[in-house]
């Protein structure tokens, strides 16, 4: 396999580089892309992140930059700006945080004084880095108050968080996930909230193709920040992305710049109009409907395995397989790397009240958006489950992951990477 034809340049001038490049389309194009923050994004995505934007400091705002020749800039930041505010109604946003964990510090700067509480879904039980790991900035600069989920439904405890929340008063409560794979009420989030006077901010970054398609509840009616990143479920380029009611737009756009960025990644921001405009468009809508069908399928068809599935299942995208009932000796270290060796690309992760370590963890995280890009439907589904299934009874067995990598290399070749 070869690279597109506009490679020529680089095939030519770096082999070294070329070679990796199309090592990886390779890669892609033969495995199974199960991993839930993964996506492939259209070649317009692409073209517009490997433009000559690359090339131009814009450090500033539309209208207000700190370098002269700005003019396609602005244009291209004002497009991502209008669209991004269409998707996602929200009043103001800014689209030049580099990433998610950008756009989360920059709500913190905003919102805190160092040493002020954040409650926040503890990471063990499917939070994320940026919103209070302790070598993370928000737990290096802030007090973070960890809430879990319930022991038995394994799903968010609304009067639980409501409790702490009226004993440790934060001045932010955080909501949103990575590994949650129920529907979050965002509504309720805001209420203990305001109920406690804290700021909420709720972070969309797994769920926010869904949420933009209406087929999550959005917080943009009730939180104060909305943070994402663009390049999970929404498939854009990798980026980040904050928006907040008019109050906090001053605050939001000085913390990005100059509070904690230099020039915006203007080829990101043309990567992320191009996406904004593709999930405007009503297949976009069929698309996030499918990824929903496919994980359906791919939770029904490992539980008639006799799978257990965290929380019970999944409302999402999402699923986090508990591996203890089927396979008591497999961790998700384990398991990983011989799905991996069968070509089936998942990750490992902690499940709620897990007894394993964060380097082992008992659960595995499942993901459909990139699988659903490439064209797979519930059938598929259902296969893949399947596999993975006997790649793991078989505890890696060497001439089971060897059959098992056949199979999913000739059904890779059945649909095209975009
Ligand atoms: C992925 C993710 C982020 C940030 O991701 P980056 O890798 O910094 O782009 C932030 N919050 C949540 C909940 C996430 O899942």
Redesign the pocket.
Known sequence: MSAETDYAAIAKSDPDVYGIICAEEERQHDTLELIA?ENHVSRPVRQAVGSVLTNKYAEGYPGRRYYGGCVNMDAIEELARQRAKKLFGCDHVNVQPH??????AAVLLGVLQPGDTILSLDLAHG??L??GLKVNMSGLLYNIVGYQVDPKTEQIDYAEVRRLALEHKPKLLIS???AYPRTLDFSKFSEIAEEVGATHMA?I??IAGLVATGLHCSPVPTADFV?T?T??TLRGP???MIMCKADWAKKCDSRIFPGSQGGPLMHCIAGKAVAFAEALKPEFKTYQEQILKNAQALGEGLESLGNRLVAGGTDTHLMLLDLRPAYPDVSGKNAELWLEQANIITNKNMIPFDERKPMETSGLRLGTPALTTRGLKEDHMKTVAGWIDQVLRAQGDEAVVAQVRGDVKTMCDQFQLP
């Open positions: 923050s990433a998610g964990a950008q756009a989360n939070g994320h940026s919103h949103g996930a990575s972070d970054a797994h943070t990143t390049h999970k990798r980026g980040g």
